[in-house]
């Protein structure tokens, strides 16, 4: 089997499929897929979907929570050379409806247990001519998976992909109106893959780190030969060699080379890292972007959970059976870890790496995550869908080192600018905006909003932030999330990160309210841990020391439960719905 397809992604499952033939690729409950199993389904998916008239570009939606056949499924529109959509395994028929028309998509997969979301919204979907599901189907004209399936040939149908074409198109949470769709091409993955990569090994190598943590880090990056030039690597001489800008380039280009031509890596196929990611849904670019990569270099294993939900004692069970050495959580995620009564009575010793994403991991949770798995060192990735989504990240390894709202060092060009976007010096706060070959194409169908988001090459990513005298960025807030109140400025998470000090709150949203004095008026949502109870007088005394006037919450209601997204955001929106009207 030769590796000279002219098809990206098809490229690399023949490479994987000839070198590695039985080495696992995915791990799902008792199902245990080799890449030579793999491969051919994804040859397979794709003739199928050129039978049923799909070509180049053309999109095809789907909707499964991370399960095998998320996998192959994506993998196989790649290799037809049509366009992913995933869908959110949590919409509404509206929101079915909406992204299925919105997207343009020709055919559409689904797993029957989201049939109740998916069936009544197709049937107003016009465009969409094919409907595949896997499962027991209540739409007449629904094609059975396998039948789907088992109707290709398991042969590379040979369309041609390049770096200008689309990988993926995500669509965004929607906190404000409707989801957009971000078109992702292959170019922006490898060169975000290339620059994170090269990024980690300089920052690896130029940070005061311990030796066994350095050779962690270092065994998880897919560059050939690090094995026997290791100690090399930790040299001082090195070191000093790593600090020059020029040798990012020197690696990045490296890097790249590797993922444009899978060849290049075939001696690491052997040597793959089992990797988790239970409260990151495939959907998401946080965690489908580490999908490119594992496909793209071969070097992962996906262990995932046979459960929808997110379940400590599962997730707990599989790293001690299987000696999972990455994790990859969002905030919420690590927390419901750290804080199960019965961790500690599982072998956690194997995690060698755990990744934070979605959103912004207090120090404290970082600290906690570090004494649950104490051979663990903490990759914090920070960045947007519209990057393809990493913009920075910063490396943790000693609990008295961590740093409050860093989200560390840009890997991408970025500056903070003032409202009327001039540049501000080190240490001032205003809007962060990047600037890489890694930002998207642009959302589908929407000029307007591309037009708003993106200026003269720079991408404003509505986040306000500084950078420290560290030159690392720390975080403040979304701007559109700040509050007005009397004049003053009150931005949630400041307030959010007092009020969780308090024993008895599990989580807590800030809002304002509507105020013909004020303005606004600050409001807490709290959620309470279970079985504890307090009034609002507790909650605003709590406060009074910690925090200026002006932004001690006023009001103060007591929900049951703070909502959530499946990607581990907390739904402001939906709160300030629910809870966000004067008294």
Not at 199 to 211: A, F, N
Not at 218 to 228: A, D, N, S
Not at 434 to 461: L, N
Not at 464 to 472: A, T
């Amino acid at each position: 089997m030769g590796v000279h397809s002219p098809n990206i992604m098809a490229n690399s499952f023949i490479s994987c499929a000839k070198y590695n033939p039985n080495g696992e690729y995915v791990i799902y409950g008792d199902r245990r897929i080799t890449w030579g199993e793999l491969t051919p389904r994804a040859f397979k998916i794709a003739q199928a979907l050129i039978k049923l008239g799909v070509d180049k570009g053309d999109k095809v939606t789907f909707m499964f929570h991370n399960t095998p056949e998320f996998i192959e499924i994506n993998n196989g529109i790649q290799v037809a050379g049509a366009v992913p959509v995933p869908m959110n395994y949590r919409f509404i028929p509206r929101e079915v409806e909406y992204q299925g028309k919105h997207s343009d998509a020709k055919v559409m997969i689904y797993d029957s247990i989201w049939a109740e979301a998916v069936e009544p919204a197709f049937q107003r979907i016009r465009n969409i001519k094919h409907i595949v599901c896997k499962g027991k189907s209540g739409l007449q004209q629904a094609i059975g998976y396998d039948e789907f399936v088992n109707s290709g040939d398991a042969v590379d149908p040979g369309v041609a992909t390049g770096p200008d074409d689309l990988a993926v198109m995500i669509y965004t949470g929607g906190t404000t109106g409707f989801p957009k769709g971000v078109m992702l091409t292959y170019g922006a993955h490898f060169d975000l893959f290339s620059i994170l990569f090269a990024s980690v090994m300089i920052r690896t190598m130029t940070i005061d780190l311990p030796v066994e943590k350095h050779k962690q880090i270092m065994e998880f990056l897919p560059i050939p030969g690090k094995k026997v030039l290791g100690p090399v690597f930790r040299s001082k001489a090195f070191k000093k060699l790593m600090s020059r800008p020029s040798t990012l380039e020197s690696f990045r280009h490296k890097v790249y080379k590797q993922f444009t031509d899978p060849d290049v890596a075939r001696k690491s196929y052997k040597n793959t890292k089992k990797a988790m990611f239970p409260s990151m849904p495939f959907f998401h670019d946080a965690s489908y972007a580490n999908l490119m990569s594992g496909a793209l270099a071969g070097s992962t294993c996906y262990v995932l959970p046979d459960t929808v939900s997110f379940d400590p004692e599962i997730i707990l069970k599989l790293i001690e059976k299987e000696r999972v050495e990455s994790m990859s959580n969002v905030p919420t995620g690590w927390k419901k870890l750290v804080n199960y009564p019965e961790a500690k009575k599982y072998d956690r010793s194997s995690l060698q790496i755990a990744t934070t994403g979605g959103g912004v991991c207090p120090a404290e949770l970082k600290k906690q995550i570090m004494e649950l798995f104490p051979n663990a060192t903490i990759l914090d990735a920070f960045g947007q869908t519209e990057m393809t989504p990493v913009t920075s990240f910063r490396i943790d390894a000693v609990p008295e080192k961590i740093e409050d709202l860093s989200v560390g060092k840009a890997i991408v060009e970025t500056k903070i600018v003032d409202e009327l976007g001039n540049e501000l010096p080190q240490g001032e706060t205003g809007e962060i905006l990047y600037r890489s070959s890694t930002i998207m194409k642009g959302y589908y169908k929407d000029d307007e909003k591309t037009s708003e988001v993106m200026k003269d090459g720079w991408f404003r990513s509505g986040d306000l932030g500084y950078l420290d005298e560290n030159m690392e960025i720390r975080t403040i807030d979304r701007i559109k999330e700040c509050i007005n109140t009397g004049g003053e400025k009150v931005f949630p998470l400041e307030v959010e990160g007092v009020i969780k000090e308090h024993s008895k709150v599990d989580e807590v949203c800030i809002i304002g309210v509507p105020d013909e004095e004020w303005g606004n008026t600050v409001r807490a949502v709290v959620q309470l841990i279970e079985g504890e109870k307090m009034d609002a007088a507790e909650i605003i005394e709590f406060s009074r020391d910690k925090l200026a006037g002006y932004k001690i919450p006023r009001s103060v209601v007591f929900i049951d439960e703070i909502p959530f997204s499946p990607a581990g955001k907390m739904l402001r929106h939906k709160i300030r719905d629910l809870y966000g009207k004067p008294d």
